[in-house]
């Protein structure tokens, strides 16, 4: 079955970097697109960055453009996301996802925590 595994959340001073990853299995990796959403307290889901099976487009939301960079290891069936100069607002639970004919599939997520 699709799993979707992601590491890497942890508590970062403003300004700071962190890398999440996902770890993937179960499905065809390569053609598949993946997306990086999150949660922040209180607030609804949101899309963050996105990355498609062909040519390694990415997409990101413009709250995040210029910091966060996502990238995608074919050979691992991985995908990462890079976020430099956090801010506080940054804050959430962050989710891998990918759509698989037509079903959504989600990680458990991954805490990242900005503060000072």
């Known amino acids: 079955q699709v799993q979707l595994v992601e590491s890497g959340g942890d508590l970062a001073q403003p300004g700071g970097s962190l890398t999440l990853s996902c770890t993937t299995s179960?499905?065809?990796?390569?053609?598949?697109?993946m997306n990086w959403y999150r949660q922040p307290p209180g607030k609804e889901r949101e899309l963050v960055a996105r990355?498609?099976?062909?040519?390694?487009?990415?997409n990101y939301v413009d709250a995040v453009k210029g910091r966060f960079t996502t990238s995608r290891d074919n050979n691992r069936a991985t995908v990462t996301l890079q976020m430099n100069g956090l801010k506080i607002e940054d804050t959430a639970i962050y989710y891998c996802?990918?759509?698989?004919?037509?079903?959504?599939?989600w990680g458990q997520g991954t805490q990242v925590t900005v503060s000072s």
């Open positions: 990355i498609f099976g062909s040519w390694n487009t990415t």
């Open positions: 996802h990918t759509r698989i004919g037509g079903g959504a599939h």
């Open positions: 179960g499905f065809a990796f390569r053609q598949a697109g």
